[in-house]
């Protein structure tokens, strides 16, 4: 038997999100409008999603570091 959740909050603006059987999320996920996520399948904590997930996969978000020179030498404190 498959079921699938559906998302109407974004009824008004553009479509629902489905979600299928046995897909989990972490936290500060953002799922957008007309977002299909496939079963089984795992989306990580702050992903934004914009396009569809089919079953069986993982999606983590990808985070860089950005290094940059700070402090008085620079901006004349």
Same mark, same amino acid.
């Given at each position: 038997m498959h079921t699938a959740? *559906?998302? #109407? #909050?974004? %009824?008004? =603006?553009?479509? %629902? #999100?489905? %979600?299928?059987? =046995? %897909? =989990?999320? &972490? *936290? !500060? @996920? +953002?799922? !957008?409008? &007309? +977002? =299909?996520?496939?079963?089984?399948?795992?989306?990580?904590?702050? @992903?934004?999603?914009y396009n569809d997930v089919p079953d069986g996969k993982l999606v983590l978000a990808k985070q860089e570091h950005v290094v940059k020179p700070w402090g008085p030498e620079r901006y004349r404190w």
């Open positions: 959740i *559906v998302l #109407a #909050a974004g %009824m008004g =603006r553009g479509g %629902m #999100a489905f %979600m299928g059987d =046995r %897909m =989990r999320t &972490g *936290v !500060n @996920v +953002v799922i !957008n409008p &007309g +977002v =299909r996520i496939g079963g089984h399948s795992c989306i990580g904590p702050g @992903v934004i999603l």
